[in-house]
């Protein structure tokens, strides 16, 4: 995947691998990759701050913490899911109300930090690669089912909500 997203390679189902013609070119997109965390260590991250935000508002969070949380994932839904940059946004704000409602500043630094982690050349062809209105339709009922654990005050519930949604974005990935 990591040569693909390079342009060294291009692999054509049933047929192989083939090296294309601009392959020595490609030597200083393949150090900047090798230079950044890849797109399933930064999932993996995720999954582990992600749901612990989760379970932390759930069990503590306050009522402007939650209705932030609902708020977000309220403007998430009326983004057209075929309007990429703003849904991407828009999911961001929604996973940032999570952390932010943890009341924990770390785990805004790192999902930040992550959130950022996501560009770069193998970042883009998986992106462009995988996504659907139907991925993000999935990415919406996710989202709702996690809001949905929040609100109703189930701490592990929520937690499990959000490791599911990022096992599912780690398996979208891989299967690409």
């Not at 060294?8 to 090798?34: F, W």
């Not at 999902?111 to 990415?139: F, H």
Request: glycine residues 4%.
């Amino acid at each position: 995947m990591v040569l693909e997203a390079a342009d060294v390679i291009k692999i054509k189902d049933r047929s192989g691998a083939y090296v294309l013609p601009t392959a020595s070119k490609s030597a200083s997109v393949l150090q900047s990759i090798e230079a950044t965390p890849g797109p399933h260590e930064v999932l993996q991250m995720r999954r582990l701050i992600e749901g612990e935000a989760c379970f932390l508002v759930a069990l503590n969070g306050s009522k402007r913490a939650i209705d932030a949380i609902v708020d977000a994932n309220i403007a998430n839904a009326e983004v057209p899911p075929n309007d990429t940059p703003e849904f991407h946004e828009a999911t961001k704000q929604f996973h940032l109300s999570i952390a932010q409602g943890s009341e924990n500043s770390l785990f805004v630094e790192l999902l930040e930090y992550l959130w950022d982690q996501k560009s770069g050349p193998l970042w883009e062809n998986w992106y462009a690669g995988t996504r659907s209105r139907q991925n993000r339709l999935a990415v919406l009922a996710n989202n709702q089912e996690v809001t949905d654990a929040i609100v109703a005050r189930r701490p592990q519930a929520a937690r499990t909500a959000m490791q599911r949604h990022i096992d599912w974005m780690i398996s979208r990935f891989l299967s690409y």
